[in-house]
């Protein structure tokens, strides 16, 4: 069973950073996407960043040149540096897996089948 588990979260002014971090535990294929999702209230579910075994990353144009996506396979753990925040990037962050899948299949929401219990993201103008 896959595990993630969130933190990082926070609240900062526009401009301001933060770093999200997520353990994850359990996946049990070689492949796999890991993807950072963010939810704002009364919104969908949109992708923020993926990042598959190879490392290879993609962004949302929202988030490209302000967001870092990144991994520590010996911990276990994918980030998600935030640059640059503004208020517009105020949401519930989650972290998810996509066991078995890499390249593009990583842009595909519905792939993602188990999830962390987000963190909440609040920036002020």
């Known amino acids: 069973q896959v595990q993630l588990a969130e933190s990082g979260g926070g609240s900062v002014h526009a401009g301001g950073s933060l770093k999200l971090s997520c353990v994850v535990s359990?996946?049990?294929?070689?492949?796999?996407?890991l993807g950072w999702f963010r939810q704002a209230p009364g919104q969908a579910r949109e992708r923020v960043a993926t990042i598959e075994t190879g490392g290879r990353t993609t962004y949302a144009d929202s988030v490209k040149g302000r967001f870092a996506i990144s991994k520590d396979d010996a911990a276990n753990t994918v980030y998600l540096r935030m640059n640059s925040l503004q208020p517009e990037d105020t949401a519930m962050y989650y972290c998810?897996?996509?066991?078995?899948?890499?390249?593009?299949?990583?842009?595909?929401?519905?792939?993602?089948?188990?999830w962390g219990q987000g963190t909440q993201v609040t920036v002020s103008s």
């Open positions: 359990g996946l049990p294929f070689a492949d796999y996407c």
């Open positions: 998810a897996a996509a066991a078995g899948f890499s390249g593009s299949w990583c842009l595909r929401q519905l792939l993602y089948t188990s």
